[in-house]
């Protein structure tokens, strides 16, 4: 078998529209609705399904936990951009600019939380 790539992963929040609103206002990711009423985040060909803690979808993680998230999303927008975008927001870096390793190559990542406390780093290949 090989595995060619991810299409979804999911996320278990404490308070979905809470979620939904911060991943579009800061990260710009699209708010959808899916399979009646659940939603999800998507950003190219790419989604977040949403999970609320206590009413998780089966099948699900043995501990679905919010804020066990750490996930490392590649932007088209120059870093340097987006930190401003990120203070504009009144977003905390927590860490970084700095370098990091990535699925193909080098990095530069700044590290923010979301309100789960889920870890997310931004990032731009080095070129």
Do not use: W
């Not at 710009?28 to 899916?34: A, H, N, R, S, W």
């Not at 401003?84 to 009144?90: K, N, P, V, W, Y």
Request: glycine share 8%; proline share 5%; charged share 25%.
């Amino acid at each position: 078998m090989k595995i060619e790539r991810i299409d979804h992963l999911v996320l278990t929040v404490r308070d979905i529209a809470a979620t939904c609103a911060f991943y579009e206002r800061v990260l710009g990711m699209e708010v959808i609705t899916f399979q009646g009423d659940r939603k999800a985040l998507r950003f190219g060909d790419h989604k977040i399904n949403l999970h609320q803690a206590g009413k998780e979808v089966d099948p699900k993680a043995i501990h679905p936990t919010p804020g066990s998230g750490d996930l490392c999303l590649i932007a088209s927008t120059p870093l340097e951009t987006v930190i401003a975008h990120l203070t504009e927001c009144q977003v905390e870096i927590i860490a970084g600019p700095g370098s990091a390793s990535g699925a193909t190559g080098r990095i530069e990542s700044v590290y923010i939380r979301d309100p789960d406390g889920n870890l997310l780093e931004i990032s731009n290949y080095i070129r």
